[in-house]
């Protein structure tokens, strides 16, 4: 078994995700490309831009957030010995703010994450920005705490993370 106390876990991002998400948004690009050139209506046509502009930035997101980091191999969860590292959306908490961990799984997709039940949630929300703020109360008011970790950006089986995870967690809170 392993020594959860002198161990620093760290998941990569998903590859298979980063290119499949890519590609389809491209495809998605492509699409309304085609699309636009075929109209003739002004007003339609500056309508449609909208829609190419949009999905541009939403790749050009894509690939830094997500395609890039994957692609090199970055380290999108760590577990070390003070707290846990969420790189996929720029946050950490730390284990003695950590009240439990469970699996959830997000309605209407086939992908689940890890919910981290905190003890002092104000304490959390006092580290975020404004954006992660308002998807941590979004998350709070779907699963009752403001961090999700979605595990479809991670690296490897679903249930292996969560367990090592959950495993990690069990040690940390005996040691406290």
Do not use: H
Not at 31 to 45: A, G, H, K, N, Y
Not at 65 to 82: H, M, S, T, V
């Amino acid at each position: 078994m392993r020594n959860f106390m002198s161990d620093t876990i760290q998941l990569t991002y998903n590859k298979v995700f980063a290119y499949l998400t890519l590609s389809m948004l491209s495809i998605v690009l492509f699409i309304f490309v085609i699309r636009t050139f075929q109209l003739s209506d002004p007003e339609e046509i500056a309508i449609m831009r909208y829609f190419d502009i949009f999905m541009i930035v939403l790749i050009i997101v894509v690939c830094i957030k997500y395609f890039i980091p994957a692609i090199k191999g970055q380290i999108a969860l760590e577990l070390n010995k003070d707290c846990l590292v969420d790189n996929i959306r720029n946050r950490k908490v730390y284990w003695s703010n950590v009240q439990n961990v469970r699996q959830v799984n997000f309605s209407r997709s086939f992908s689940s994450g890890i919910a981290i039940d905190l003890i002092d949630k104000d304490a959390f929300y006092s580290d975020q920005n404004m954006w992660q703020k308002l998807l941590g109360r979004f998350s709070n008011f779907s699963y009752n705490t403001p961090f999700i970790i979605p595990l479809q950006y991670i690296s490897g089986d679903n249930t292996v993370i969560f367990e090592t995870l959950k495993k990690y967690f069990e040690v940390r809170a005996k040691s406290e």
